[in-house]
């Protein structure tokens, strides 16, 4: 039987019904597809609107927090938080920097406390200066320092020499020039014809 056959049977027996028998069945064919619809549809559509409840919800609290912020901080009180905030960033990176800074000289401080060869290339400057300004060398010691109270103090030296006064002046002139810290602490000087000089002097073992 085709489609057009089943409708002429339809139409055959509604024309042999009362006007009120067709319209209960209109109602009862009606009646199934609700109820259909609703078994089959209604779990679909209740998870639907849960989920449309929940994000209304969800953006009326986001759209309160909003309005309660706005209430409490005015776009003044905003645009001035947001420069603190440059300016915190600001001094972070600056700190950051002088970090790194302090701790690079840290390093570089320890590495030159320790350099021997350092030490050994000054008290060879001694003899060379010496004979650079025409001075005899008449003495010369080292050793090291016994001193625990004062950091990267690392040799004694004495030093005695022979020469005139304007050479002698050059050549102590050259010791405190040094690549590493020195310090003339104590100096006698006595002529006759030339001068005699006696130098002690303190090094560190650390660079300028």
Known sequence: MNLEDFLGDIDKSFAQKKQQEIYMTYGMVAAVLIFLSYFLFWDMAEQGYKQTVA???AVEKKLRADQNFLKFNTLAKIAQLKAETIGYKSQFIALKDQA???KYK???????????????????????????YGLRLRYLSNEYSDDKNTFGHVLDI??????????????????EKSFLVVDIHDLNLSASQKVKTNLKISVWGITY
């Open 55 to 57: 994000e209304t919800k």
């Open 100 to 102: 790194e800074y302090i």
């Open 106 to 132: 840290i390093e570089q401080i320890s590495s030159l406390y320790y350099d021997e060869q350092a030490w050994g290339e000054f008290i060879d400057s001694i003899s060379e200066n010496a004979k650079k």
């Open 158 to 175: 004495e030093v005695k020499t022979v020469g005139s006064f304007h050479r002698t002046m050059k050549f102590m002139n050259s010791l």
